[in-house]
C-alpha cells in the first residue's frame, strides 16, 4: 500500500477551486498528461456519483478506473474510491480537500494506493507524486490567470 500527499496554495476562493474541480471537462484539460475522466453518471456532481478513468501517460497506458465519489462536502473536500477496471490497474483512493488560506485556498491531494511489489509501490510513489504535484501547478496557473 502507497500514500502519497502534496498540497499547494492558490490565490482564489476555494469556491472557484472546487468548481473547477468538479468540472471534469475543465480538469481533462489539467490532467489530460496522466489521464482522462469522464463522468458516467448525470446530475451534479455528489456523493455517488460515477467517473470512468483511463491513463493517458506512457506509464499508465492501458490502465482504466472506474470511480464513485464516496465522501463530498462542497467547497471543502471530495473523496473518490477508483477500482481498476481491468488487470493492468490497481485500486486507488483520491482525497482532495479545500483550505481557505489568507490569499485564497490551501488544496490538497492525497492518494491511497495499492501495489503487489515493494519496487512498484517505490517507482509508483515517485510518478504519482509528480503527476498531483503538476496537476496542481497547472490548476494554480490556470485559476490564477
Not at 106 to 129: F, G, P, Q, S
Request: charged share 30%.
Amino acid at each position: 500500500m502507497g500514500k502519497v500527499t502534496v498540497s499547494i496554495e492558490i490565490e482564489v476562493s476555494p469556491e472557484k477551486v472546487f468548481d473547477f474541480v468538479t468540472d471534469m471537462e475543465k480538469m481533462n484539460d489539467v490532467t489530460k498528461k496522466w489521464a482522462e475522466g469522464k463522468m458516467t453518471s448525470s446530475g451534479p456532481v455528489g456523493v455517488g456519483s460515477t467517473a470512468n478513468f483511463v491513463g493517458t501517460h506512457k506509464r499508465n497506458k492501458g490502465e482504466e478506473w472506474n470511480a464513485e465519489v464516496t465522501e463530498f462536502e462542497k467547497n471543502k473536500k471530495l473523496t473518490m474510491l477508483l477500482k481498476g477496471a481491468n488487470k493492468h490497474s490497481n485500486d486507488q483512493t483520491n482525497y482532495y480537500v479545500f483550505e481557505p488560506t489568507s490569499k485564497g485556498t490551501e488544496m490538497t491531494i492525497t492518494m491511497d494506493y495499492k501495489m503487489n511489489k515493494l519496487l512498484d509501490v517505490l517507482v509508483a510513489h515517485r510518478m504519482i507524486e509528480k503527476a498531483n504535484m503538476e496537476t496542481l501547478e497547472k490548476l494554480k496557473k490556470i485559476l490564477e490567470t
